[in-house]
């Protein structure tokens, strides 16, 4: 009972900012806004027992990328933005596309529930009784050894990417 | 326990808030911004069905997705500070230089 209320309190506060997210006129407001919903979803985390995802969450997410984000809207001046239009041109046409993504998904989501339902557990998995973060780092370093190693890749590639891309160009 | 689907509805919300987002702003860092609320619907899958089978795969899965909305971030963000320098904007409608 309790665990519901909590989750209806995380979802609606999650699904709310987000729209503020997309509707603000001033981009810092909606970076506080951002900081929000990802605030509740490491909550939502928390409640489904993925305490190492709930700490990366917060540490990587609310600490990292919105520090990032913040950095360079302040950066780049506002001024010009803030007074124009929020929403381009086409907007009505966006709309349009939107609404039917939401009704495929409403559509899937009907025929998901009424038609088969999801399936259990395969019987074969046993509980997890080890603890979250053990459990995460095994499955990283055993099972997914390599997807890691591509990922620190990538990582290095974006970061000399970014650096390439925001430097000046000297001759 | 929360059933699943409750999970799957909110992503399914969520999602569709990030895609308006980035269909109909301007400003292109309130668009990456959406990138984000789309990539953290996704999540919420992942970890939502890696609980309803006990797996921690799933999991691991979402770890990857940050790993690339990080990476991304880092990317668009810098994309966006020589953008600016060059055009003196961060209006997606005024960003047209591959059209003709």
């Known amino acids: 009972m309790i665990e519901q209320v909590g989750f209806f309190i995380l979802a609606a506060l999650a699904l709310v900012s987000a729209i503020l997210v997309i509707t603000r006129r001033n981009a810092v407001h909606s970076a506080i806004w951002l900081m929000v919903t990802l605030a509740s979803v490491s909550g939502l985390y928390l409640m489904m027992h993925a305490e190492f995802l709930f700490a990366v969450q917060v540490i990587l997410y609310v600490g990292g990328i919105m520090v990032l984000f913040l950095f360079v809207i302040m950066l780049v001046n506002l001024d010009v933005a803030v007074q124009q239009s929020r929403f381009e041109r086409h907007w009505a046409l966006a709309i349009a596309a939107s609404v039917l993504v939401a009704a495929e998904f409403g559509f899937a989501l009907y025929q998901g529930y009424h038609g088969h339902g999801l399936a259990l557990a395969p019987s074969g998995s046993a509980p997890l009784t080890e603890g979250n973060t053990q459990a995460v780092g095994t499955a990283l370093y055993q099972t997914y050894m390599l997807p890691v190693e591509i990922a620190s890749i990538l990582l290095l590639v974006a970061m000399v990417g970014a650096v390439i891309m925001a430097k000046k160009n000297v001759e | ?100």
């Open chain 2, 1 to 100: 326990m929360i059933p699943p689907e409750y999970y799957v509805y909110l992503a399914a919300g969520l999602f569709t808030v990030g895609v308006i987002g980035v269909l109909t702003r301007r400003n292109v860092i309130v668009i990456l911004m959406s990138v984000e609320l789309i990539l953290n619907a996704v999540n919420i899958n992942l970890v939502a069905f890696s609980q309803w089978f006990q797996s921690v795969n799933g999991q691991v899965f979402a770890i990857f997705v940050i790993t690339d909305a990080a990476a991304e971030a880092a990317i668009g963000l810098g994309l966006m500070i020589a953008l600016f320098r060059n055009k003196e904007t961060v209006n997606a409608d005024e960003i047209d230089l591959l059209k003709w």
